[in-house]
């Protein structure tokens, strides 16, 4: 079914990105799942494609072009494997931050070279003590003179290791009333003193996904990397939160429809009792089920990205999906498992992968929980 968002040249931009993808990723991803990560080289071969923020505008190095090629390039990642998702905050999550808040001068010192995969960023929220409730964050940073002095420790982070630029959620009013009030956002570059990185941490899934606890210790920000206003940072986050729920959806969905043809062709390809599994009446029904949940949950994603895109109010919505899109793989993720036997338990087949790689979807972003209670509460509860 053709998406009402995608024009033909989205759908020859899909062709290319596949292509590249099979030759560059495909080949590799075993490799950086053994290695717990995915080289610098990668992210530099995405950005000569074009395959790094492409809908920032020329003059920053984007290509200039609608959202509906990033939707594209985080369901060919996702095809690949989970441990991608890294670009899709870099591109779709954290770069938004300062396109949409930065001044002119911070864009074009740090845009450009977000796209050639030369500066890799991150956003850092969660604490060791501190996940959803991001208006008791514990980070601090205290203006002095010229600079702003940050001290505080920050757990969970997606592209930890790599990262160039980290957008830093931290209270520079631990006073205010509400706390939320005293939020900011200060951007912390790699090489800046007081800054270190902790362990790169051990998951069970997404293994090639760099992930890593980030320590400031006095460290030292020049007061020109605040990322917009004093006080602002909780609104910010609560703005861009409805595109970075969005991607984890639109990342489940894609997850979703890769294990089921998966399974498709291997339940046709493996005998049983002298016919193929796909001939049981019992792995016909499953199949029929997954598939009509999969294709319910595109024909609702489907609408929701093209809302989404016309900058609407969808976070009702995009909560919704986000919950159910993601639940959804998780149940996919075992039903697909379980039809493809004993082998599915083994780490050569894709399904033993996505087993581990799909559950953190539902923690990440704001958990499932988190998105019961924006739903219940945006319906008057």
């Known amino acids: 079914m053709k998406h009402s968002y995608l024009t033909e040249d989205h759908e020859i931009f899909r062709k290319s990105l596949r292509k590249f993808l099979e030759k560059e990723a495909v080949p590799h991803y075993e490799k950086w799942e053994e ?9 530099e071969k995405m950005g000569e494609q074009g395959f790094l923020c492409p809908d920032l505008d020329e003059e920053f190095g984007g290509s200039g072009v609608d959202w509906g090629f990033g939707v594209i390039i985080n369901e060919e990642l996702e095809r690949v494997g989970s441990g991608l998702i890294g670009f899709g905050l870099h591109s779709d999550i954290t770069v938004p931050y300062l396109s949409t808040y930065g001044t002119e001068e911070q864009k074009r010192r740090w845009l450009p070279a ?14 060791p003590g501190t996940g959803s409730d991001l208006a008791n964050i514990k980070t601090t940073a205290t203006l ?21 630029l980290i957008i830093v959620a931290c209270k520079t009013d631990p006073n205010a009333v509400p706390k939320h009030k005293g939020v900011s956002l200060i951007v912390v570059e790699r090489d800046a003193p007081g800054f270190s990185r ?17 320590i400031f210790e006095d460290c030292r920000v020049p007061k020109e990397n605040l990322l917009g206003e004093e006080g602002k940072g909780f609104t910010y986050l609560m703005e861009k939160l409805q595109q970075e729920r969005l991607v984890v959806a639109i990342c489940a969905q894609a997850a979703s429809e890769d294990m089921l043809a998966d399974t498709i062709e291997y339940v046709k390809s493996r005998e049983a009792f002298g016919k193929s599994v796909s001939q049981f009446q019992n792995t016909q029904f499953k199949i029929a089920e997954m598939a009509t949940e999969i294709k319910m949950g595109r024909a609702f994603l489907d609408q929701l990205i093209a809302n989404h895109m016309a900058g609407e109010n969808v976070v009702t919505e995009v909560s919704m999906a986000k919950w159910r899109l993601t639940e959804t793989a998780r149940k996919i993720s075992t039903e697909c498992m379980q039809l493809h036997g004993g082998y599915g338990y083994m780490e050569e087949y894709k399904i033993a992968r996505r087993y581990r790689d799909i559950p953190v979807a539902s923690i990440y972003a704001g958990t499932n929980e988190i998105m019961k209670k924006i739903i219940a509460k945006n319906l008057g509860l």
């Open 35 to 43: 290695e717990r990560l995915i080289p610098r080289s990668f992210w």
């Open 114 to 127: 977000c796209t050639t995969g030369e500066r890799i960023t991150a956003i850092a929220m969660t604490e």
């Open 144 to 164: 002095d003179g010229d600079h702003y002095v940050l001290n505080g420790q920050k757990t969970f982070i997606t592209n930890g290791i790599h990262a160039d």
């Open 198 to 214: 902790g362990r790169k941490l051990k998951k069970l899934g997404l293994h090639c996904q760099d992930t890593a606890e980030l």
